[in-house]
T-cell receptor, first 110, second 113 residues
Framework: GQSLEQPSEVTAVEGAIVQINCTYQ??????LSWYQQHDGGAPTFLSY????GLEETGRFSSFLSRSDSYGYLLLQELQMKDSASYFC???????????FGKGTTLSVSS | EAGVTQFPSHSVIEKGQTVTLRCDPISGHDNLYWYRRVMGKEIKFLLHFVKESKQDESGMPNNRFLAERTGGTYSTLKVQPAELEDSGVYFC???????????FGPGTRLTVL
């Protein structure tokens, strides 16, 4: 089967750096996506890694290692508004649907 | 450019009733997806349209769920008759190409009493 594992909760303080890890088992792999969801609202696309390495977008970076079936989302200079759920996701074998991890709830305190 | 929109935002119905959810994808996106998140669980794929055709409906839980996308624009997801376990948040997403980034709507929160 296909599955993605990520921690259920992470806590941090404003200004800190936090890393959310994701390990995956998939049949066929197209790349790893990250989504942010505030209070049950629309999951918002953050980043996508198709190849190994680091992708940087402002305060957020995402990393992928295909050989280790592992990726992470790195959030820097944390702000209160970053408190949300973060999901890693990968396409299914057919490349048509996303399979999601259970999500990591990030709580940022002052 | 407008994002993915869904209607209604909330729906509360009784077991045995029928509910129809609507999704309007981003204009020009041929690919439309339905997902569902049941409380405490991960977001799960239901089905995928390419234009008006069902490309993959392997995630549909049973035949009480019927999805349509007439004309290849908006889509509807009908649950008939609704059961308690159908409660959850139903998300719609759209993308230009099949493995392109999927953009999600705000979801419809369905509560079956």
């Amino acid at each position: 089967g296909q599955s993605l594992e990520q921690p259920s909760e992470v806590t941090a303080v404003e200004g800190a750096i936090v890393q959310i890890n994701c390990t995956y088992q998939t049949s066929g792999f197209y790349g790893l996506s990250w989504y942010q969801q505030h209070d049950g609202g629309a999951p918002t696309f953050l980043s996508y890694n198709a190849l190994d390495g680091l992708e940087e977008t402002g305060r957020f970076s995402s990393f992928l290692s295909r050989s280790d079936s592992y990726g992470y989302l790195l959030l820097q200079e944390l702000q209160m508004k970053d408190s949300a759920s973060y999901f890693c996701a990968a396409f299914n074998q057919a490349g048509t649907a996303l399979i999601f991890g259970k999500g990591t709830t990030l709580s940022v305190s002052s | 450019e407008a994002g993915v929109t869904q209607f209604p935002s909330h729906s509360v119905i009784e077991k045995g009733q029928t509910v129809t959810l609507r999704c309007d994808p981003i204009s020009g996106h041929d690919n439309l997806y339905w997902y569902r998140r049941v409380m405490g669980k991960e977001i799960k794929f239901l089905l995928h349209f390419v234009k008006e055709s069902k490309q993959d409906e392997s995630g549909m839980p049973n035949n009480r769920f019927l999805a349509e996308r007439t004309g290849g624009t908006y889509s509807t997801l009908k649950v008939q008759p609704a059961e308690l376990e159908d409660s959850g948040v139903y998300f719609c997403a759209s993308s230009q190409g099949e493995t392109d980034t999927q953009y999600f709507g705000p979801g419809t929160r369905l509560t079956v009493l």
